[in-house]
């Protein structure tokens, strides 16, 4: 079972490391092996979305997103878009960055490094836009409960994410400004830059995000459909089918879980630019990472168990959220890629292991409870 899920995913895996030995010895493999598990890691919660709604899904439209959107998802968003972002950012065209990240690495370097300061700009405010809306609403279960509670209670004031992003980014601004002006203004001219790339973030999130509930709520208008229509079935003593969608509201969901996985995608691919800036061993980390994601998906649909760990989705946001202010602080400053790879690993391993100890208190509490049931059954039998 596991080997047939993850089978194609541990090929992809030897073929990317490989690959990345062969382009650039044990250091692209290394970068590659961070990238990997990042990509797996910011994406493990998408994996989760996704296998809840794959589930309602016929077997003609599971394929679809299966195929077709994997395709999208690795093709697409991890090949295409990081091309899209340098050549935009250094203008120039799609091609000669390609060409550039081949032949002439230097040059691309530079181009990349001149260009770093709106491509950090733009991913830390798209990031830290996913953070804040995440630590700012309400939900039933909190990881540190100590700093999600005062945060929901905050998050009930209207667009504080917003308002938030953007004194982080006047502040940004202002301060690599001001550096630059203490180091002869070499990077003067780079302040407007940086608002501006970082209002284009900020305003991709808002789209990004208005499309997705746009498709939410037609998501929610079909399951209000399929609810009556079961209810209905009931009343009139007929047989309740399975709510298994197709038609029109499948096609919704497909559409629906495009948006999510091309948010995600990119996350992972604006998230890369903190640890590496070559192209090539970008494409391989992320690659094998989507890859993973799919397969993650699938056995969560098969296994039917998505809420075992529940905090890893805390610590994949956490993750973003530590990014999101590297690559505001790279403006400036140059972190280690290691370093960056690190906090989100070990911000998703610190989640992973409070999950798996609450499961286990969670089983001696309902033990102790099983027992106490039996005493009682026991004395009252007597």
Same mark, same amino acid.
């Given at each position: 079972m596991l080997l047939k899920t993850f089978g194609w995913s541990f090929a992809v895996t030897a073929l990317g490391l490989a690959a990345a030995v062969f382009y650039g010895g044990w250091t692209g493999f290394g970068i590659v092996a961070i990238l990997s598990i990042l990509e797996i890691s910011v994406s493990f919660d998408n994996a989760v979305v996704n296998a809840g709604i794959l589930k309602k899904m016929n077997a003609f439209w599971q394929k679809t997103f299966l195929t077709i959107g994997v395709l999208i998802a690795v093709f697409g968003m991890r090949l295409v878009f990081p091309v899209v972002i340098v050549a935009m950012s250094a203008k120039i065209g799609p091609i000669e960055a390609v060409q550039l990240a081949l032949d002439d690495k230097d040059k691309y370097q530079q181009l990349v490094t001149d260009a770093h300061p709106s491509i950090a700009a733009f991913g830390g405010m798209f990031l830290l836009m $996913?953070? &804040? @809306?995440f630590i700012f609403e309400d939900r039933d279960i909190k990881w540190l409960g100590w700093l999600e509670r005062p945060l929901a209670k905050l998050g009930k004031v209207d667009m504080l994410s917003v308002c938030i992003a953007l004194i982080v980014l006047l502040v940004s601004a202002m301060t690599f400004a001001t550096n630059a002006h203490q180091? +002869? +203004?070499?990077?003067? @001219?780079k302040t407007e830059t940086v608002l501006i790339a970082g209002i284009a973030g900020l305003i991709t999130y808002l789209i990004v995000g208005g499309l997705s509930g746009f498709f939410e709520n037609r998501l929610e208008e079909e399951e209000e459909r399929e609810h009556e229509a079961e209810e209905e079935a009931k009343r009139s003593g007929k047989k309740v089918p399975a709510v298994v969608m197709a038609g029109k509201a499948a096609f919704f969901l497909f559409l629906y879980l495009e948006v999510l996985d091309a948010s995600f995608s990119f996350d992972g691919v604006i998230g890369a630019f903190a640890i590496t800036n070559d192209i090539v061993l970008m494409v391989l980390g992320l690659g094998i990472g989507a890859m993973y994601v799919r397969s993650l998906t699938v056995y969560l649909v098969r296994q039917g168990t998505l809420d075992d760990y529940v905090y890893l989705e805390h610590g994949a946001h956490y993750a973003i959220g530590a990014l999101a202010v590297i690559l &505001?602080?790279? $403006?400036?400053? =140059?972190?280690? =890629?290691v370093i960056t790879g690190l906090v989100g690993i070990v911000l998703i391993a610190w989640s992973f292991f409070s999950s798996v100890q609450r499961n286990r208190r969670l089983a001696a509490a309902e033990g102790k409870d099983t027992v106490s049931n039996e005493k009682a059954e026991v004395s009252s039998g007597v």
């Open positions: $996913i953070f &804040l @809306d180091h +002869g +203004g070499i990077h003067a @001219d &505001l602080v790279t $403006i400036q400053y =140059e972190i280690h =890629e």
